[in-house]
């Protein structure tokens, strides 16, 4: 199993090291530098850095240009512990208490230079889109970048938009699968070769845990919830799955 999107770190109260194989998913500088330390110590950790469109650092002293070139610094310096860009994005929800609430247009302008940043160091994007899918398939299609939506609810009817960009793009699926119905015909119409599972840690837990905080070892839920819509063995899928994300963060070099 490969969990393919998860936060470890100290903000969240997250402090066990997980033992599958974890994407560690960045929302902010401070993350991604700290998700670089990680992967530096633990094999099976693999650090992407990136920052979400409603954060920013602490001290919240930088600009979005000085913020990028952070980034680029830190991809450039440490490339063999980094699998991806991100998590970036759209998110035109209203910003959580503590947290950055960007006008879109400083969120867009932060977004592209993260897809820059993908594409000069050939890194796939973990992309953040709530309630600004349609937003954010527009950008991307006038780029050349790949990825995967983490945490996809863009429904049936986005998938083939998606399918039909100018690279190869896939489909996270959290715990949410566990408990949101709708959730089981979005799975059932997304290729099987272009799904990837995720826990989101130490958010969207899934049953039976739901309610306590969640932890990469949880996405064998996500498998096995998985395996009962495609009416396959949790073997079978598990094989599908985890080969997909190899190709996504091309692990198979590690």
């Given at each position: 199993?490969?969990?393919?999107?998860?936060?470890?770190?100290?903000?969240?109260?997250?402090?066990?090291?997980?033992?599958?194989?974890?994407?560690?998913?960045?929302?902010?500088?401070?993350?991604?530098?700290?998700?670089?330390?990680?992967?530096?110590?633990?094999?099976?950790?693999?650090?992407?850095?990136?920052?979400?469109?409603?954060?920013?650092?602490?001290?919240?002293?930088?600009?979005i240009d000085e913020q990028l070139n952070r980034l680029d610094k830190l991809i450039e310096d440490n490339?063999?512990?980094?699998?991806?860009?991100?998590?970036?994005?759209?998110?035109?929800?209203?910003?959580?208490v503590g947290e950055s609430d960007r006008s879109k247009k400083e969120q867009e302008r932060l977004f592209?230079?993260?897809?820059?940043?993908?594409?000069?160091?050939?890194?796939?994007?973990?992309?953040?889109?709530?309630?600004?899918?349609?937003?954010?398939?527009?950008?991307?299609?006038?780029?050349?970048?790949?990825?995967?939506?983490?945490?996809?609810?863009?429904?049936?009817?986005?998938?083939?938009?998606?399918?039909?960009?100018?690279?190869?793009?896939?489909?996270?699926?959290?715990?949410?699968?566990?408990?949101?119905?709708?959730?089981?015909?979005?799975?059932?119409?997304i290729p099987k070769d272009r799904l990837v599972l995720e826990t989101d840690s130490p958010f969207l837990?899934?049953?039976?845990?739901?309610?306590?905080?969640?932890?990469?070892?949880?996405?064998?839920?996500?498998?096995?919830?998985?395996?009962?819509?495609?009416?396959?063995?949790?073997?079978?899928?598990?094989?599908?799955?985890?080969?997909?994300?190899?190709?996504?963060?091309?692990?198979?070099?590690?």
């Open positions: 199993m490969i969990d393919t999107h998860a936060h470890i770190n100290d903000r969240f109260g997250v402090k066990d090291i997980p033992e599958i194989k974890t994407i560690l998913a960045a929302s902010n500088v401070e993350e991604s530098e700290n998700n670089i330390k990680l992967a530096k110590i633990h094999k099976n950790l693999f650090a992407s850095v990136g920052i979400h469109p409603q954060q920013t650092d602490p001290e919240n002293k930088q600009s490339k063999k512990f980094i699998v991806a860009v991100g998590e970036c994005g759209l998110d035109y929800s209203p910003a959580p592209r230079g993260q897809i820059c940043l993908s594409e000069k160091y050939k890194l796939p994007l973990i992309v953040h889109a709530r309630g600004a899918v349609d937003e954010v398939i527009e950008i991307l299609s006038t780029y050349k970048a790949f990825g995967v939506f983490h945490c996809y609810t863009g429904g049936k009817k986005r998938i083939k938009k998606i399918l039909d960009l100018k690279k190869k793009w896939y489909f996270g699926i959290d715990g949410n699968l566990t408990y949101e119905e709708g959730l089981t015909e979005v799975v059932k119409n837990t899934p049953v039976p845990f739901r309610g306590e905080e969640n932890k990469p070892e949880y996405v064998e839920y996500v498998y096995k919830k998985v395996a009962e819509v495609w009416q396959m063995s949790k073997a079978k899928v598990e094989k599908i799955i985890d080969e997909n994300a190899k190709k996504l963060f091309d692990l198979n070099k590690f």
